[in-house]
């Protein structure tokens, strides 16, 4: 027992002067930490990393690391946080890559990342360092779009620096020689993918000039002891703290309202127009159930205050009417695709700051969105849109704004996979309903703090309202139906309703390319505003390449829904349907996968063919359109 007094006493002087560090920061004294939550309602901050991470050796104990001490002086200026070190001796960034799939099951929300000492090493016998500088760097890279592919925030940081007696590498260089040239390299990386950066080895060398003996902060040279610990600790917290800080207090405030949160999302035609993603919901809708996802118990009420074409001197103009008349508690504010092309880059500056003053005149909170990256175009370039998401992260950093970098999120999905990023985008601009489900998250994460899994949210049903509608009335029903379904469609509503009177138009497939089927859906569905769609494109309809089809599949059904709220209903029929033998070749089962995961991302109703069933496509159109019929009656 007496043994364990004077490691007590260190560690309550660590906390001690951890928190006095940081409280001088701040300028304000420190509240006693609140009781933790349970973890499900904490924000998790994961610390990836080496042995420098990891701690607990030579003096050092696992609650003096700096992971343990960022999460004391976090809960204790009131975050609902825990932290998990996760950090193994000797690791490097290709070690590392090699088990996130293990980080991730651990389901953080932010994950700090510190490499560079290993990887930047030469061992004795040895020319070369353990990894080159240029893999260490696409290694930071894969990591850091992984992370933000998934909605989760990554840290970087710069290993610290070397003490100036450090032992001579293996070609007698001291190793802060190679650490540098790696640490330039993760702040690159930082500054390409826009996210936090600590950067230990700066501090550490403007200590050093400042007259601190940086063995004092170690234990060998290299690995941090209590005192470098708490040193890297508090250069962490700045960088963590103000985020957190915003979605607590968000939180709080929808946490402890007694009626629903008033959410208002002002935006462009990313916000606004529906056709694009099945012409029922955007973000808007998704981001309501994410947020009552994020905070059981909380009730949400979205409204959608986004117009096609608007820039924020548009937005401005309507405000007022918009915005400001809903008395919000929330405005997330997203735009920027037109301005980047109408509207200079100050007055996009000018006017985003007036947005945000006039709805913090009113007591709301404020979250700006950078804009989806789009696919390149002459009027478009994605060069300048950067410019323009740099100008909203300014604006939020000057304004103290939480930011939602929706940029950064889709454009890690195209790093890591150009064909699955192109998988959330309707058309060159706008995203379809698996690109919304993706800004709601990372909407939903900037609110709370908290990740939300939307992948299980279906089409809503049932899938041909107006259709039944008209049917129980007795009205006329038009279709506009592909083959071979025009000529069952009319039988097979008689059997829900013998006295149904239904018009149908055909639409021709055969012979046509996926391209030209896409060019007459421009020109045949809205002028003709039927009642129902059936697209049911065939596989002989051929594209170029699998991008062209991606394309022209997407614009099929953006052609065929009606510009504003469900005007008419629209169903898409696999190609399985119509043929009752098993497709055998490769090329045509990757492609009938593809129309499922198309179908899908629209958030349209897909009539599939059930699994191991013999039926033909009547039979299986009509016990579907039965159990649509069941689904309006409850």
Request: hydrophobic content about 40%; proline content about 5%; aromatic content about 4%.
């Amino acid at each position: 027992m007496n043994q364990l007094r004077p490691m007590l006493s260190r560690l309550a002087a660590t906390v001690l002067v951890l928190l006095a560090l940081v409280g001088t920061a701040h300028g304000e004294p420190r509240t006693a930490p609140a009781k933790p939550k349970s973890s499900s309602q904490q924000v998790h901050i994961v610390t990836l990393g080496d042995s420098i991470t990891k701690g607990a050796r030579r003096g050092v104990t696992d609650k003096q690391t700096f992971a343990s001490l960022i999460e004391v002086a976090l809960r204790d200026s009131g975050q609902s946080v825990r932290v998990t070190n996760v950090g193994i001796g000797g690791e490097r960034t290709d070690q590392a890559l090699k088990r996130l799939g293990r980080i991730l099951e651990l389901r953080p929300d932010v994950v700090t990342i510190m490499y560079g000492t290993n990887d930047s090493y030469v061992d004795t016998g040895k020319t070369d360092s353990r990894i080159s500088c240029e893999q260490y760097r696409d290694n930071l890279v894969r990591l850091v779009t992984e992370l933000l592919g998934r909605g989760i925030t990554p840290v970087l940081m710069t290993e610290p620096r070397w003490a100036d007696d450090a032992k001579p590498n293996g070609v007698g260089e001291h190793p802060n020689v190679r650490l540098e040239k790696y640490v330039e390299a993760c702040r690159e990386v930082a500054a390409l993918w826009r996210v936090p950066l600590v950067d230990h080895l700066a501090g550490w060398s403007k200590a050093r000039k400042d007259g601190v003996t940086l063995r004092d902060w170690t234990t060998d040279g290299c690995h941090p002891n209590p005192a470098g610990h708490i040193v890297l600790a508090n250069t962490m917290l700045p960088v963590l703290e103000l985020p957190l800080a915003h979605s607590s207090r968000i939180r709080q405030r929808m946490t402890s309202s007694r009626r629903p949160i008033r959410v208002v999302c002002f935006g462009d035609s990313v916000t606004g127009v529906y056709y694009h993603t099945g012409s029922q919901r955007a973000y808007t809708a998704m981001l309501e159930l994410a947020l009552e996802r994020a905070l059981p118990g909380t009730r949400v009420d979205a409204t959608n205050a986004g117009i096609s074409g608007h820039t924020t001197a548009d937005g401005l103009a309507r405000i007022d009417k918009d915005v400001l008349a809903h008395k919000p508690d929330i405005v997330t504010v997203m735009f920027g695709l037109n301005d980047m092309v109408r509207v200079s880059l100050a007055d996009y500056r000018k006017n985003l700051v007036t947005i945000v003053t006039r709805c913090r005149a009113i007591g709301a909170e404020v979250v700006l969105a950078t804009p989806n990256n789009v696919i390149e175009t002459p009027r478009r370039p994605s060069r300048k849109l950067v410019e323009y998401c740099d100008v909203v992260r300014e604006v939020s950093r000057e304004l103290k704004v939480p930011l939602c970098d929706s940029f950064r999120g889709f454009d890690a999905a195209r790093h890591h996979d150009r064909a699955d990023w192109r998988l959330l985008m309707s058309d060159q601009i706008h995203p379809n309903m698996d690109g919304h489900r993706l800004i709601a998250t990372q909407l939903a994460r900037t609110i709370t703090g908290r990740g939300v899994d939307l992948s299980s949210v279906h089409p809503t049903q049932p899938a041909i309202s107006r259709t039944l509608s008209l049917l129980k009335a007795g009205k006329p029903i038009r279709v506009l139906a592909m083959p071979p379904y025009d000529k069952s469609i009319v039988a097979v509503l008689k059997t829900l309703k013998p006295e149904a009177r239904v018009e149908v138009t055909r639409w021709e497939t055969e012979g046509l390319s996926l391209q030209q089927i896409e060019q007459d859906a421009a020109r045949r569905v809205r002028p003709m505003k039927p009642d129902l769609v059936l697209i049911a494109v065939p596989r002989t309809a051929a594209a170029d390449s699998r991008e062209d089809f991606i394309h022209s599949y997407s614009w099929i059904m953006n052609h065929s829904l009606s510009f504003s709220h469900r005007q008419w209903d629209c169903v898409v029929i696999h190609p399985s349907v119509a043929a009752v033998a098993a497709v055998a070749d490769v090329a045509e089962a990757r492609q009938d996968a593809l129309v499922r995961r198309l179908v899908r991302a629209q958030d349209l109703h897909l009539v599939d063919r059930p699994k191991d069933s013999r039926a033909g496509p009547t039979e299986i159109l009509q016990e579907w359109l039965g159990l649509q019929l069941k689904l309006q009656s409850k």
